[in-house]
């Protein structure tokens, strides 16, 4: 098998990404996703947590403000986002470092925790990531968007620009996981809140303040919501915008070749 490592042009504009920063964007994101990864692993107790596609820490940044463990560590194929996540004095990180996308430099089981957040839609070749995550920690946190809806071959320009190039719902993460030796223990899924809608819309898209899109932006979150209660799981995944997973390496390992 061909040694994978990524594209020169995928670590280019990703160096490019961190380069033109944006704080406040990514502090609100990250605030949404660092709860989810402590809601999926209510009940354990990690301490030494790795974070692939760590970007500029900010996810790090928000778990260690909560205490969620001991230690910390962080690989990252952009050196742009290297230097912002050692510039930000995250509590208890141990090492931060450049890595060339699917191999970790870690031994066997060096970690207890692996984070993945809504990394794996970007990755050309996302087996041979995961099974490195499988080999160098014993679980991990993996959260997706929902890209894949009805209408999809029309956003195919719009998820690009944001570098998704793959798509999943959650069965289909589901079916990944399973074929590549993972066992979910805990997911949830989660729709965008409120309030970064409301950023994305006047702050990104800097379009008027309104108090109509303002209504409009509650009253869909709280329709679906309501719906998602009334109808249950089935429900909830069709209309959830990201799905969230804690894994373990499987004890019925799946073959796939």
Known sequence: MTEQIISGSVKTAYDEFYQKHDE???????????????????????????????????????LADQNFAPEYYAVEISESGVKHIESRNIGNLKAVQIFDGYHLPFDDNSFDLIILSHVLEHVEHERILLREIKRVAQHCVIEVPRDYKAGMDARIKHFLAYGHINVYTPTSLRYLLRTEGFEIEKDLTSMIEPQVTRFNTYVNQKK??????????????????????????????????????LCKKAADQINIF
């Not at 605030?31 to 970007?55: M, P, R, S, T, W």
């Not at 309104?210 to 069709?238: C, H, P, R, W």
């Open 208 to 245: 008027p303040k309104n108090f109509l899109t303002d209504i409009k932006i509650t009253a869909e979150y709280a329709v679906k919501n309501s719906l998602g209660k009334i109808f249950g799981k089935k429900m909830n995944e069709q209309l959830a915008n990201a799905y969230t997973v």
């Open 24 to 62: 406040a964007w990514r502090m609100l994101g990250a605030k949404y996703k660092a709860q989810h990864i402590i809601d999926v692993c209510k009940g354990h107790n990690f301490k030494k947590v790795l974070e692939v596609g760590a970007g500029d820490g900010s996810i790090l940044k928000l």
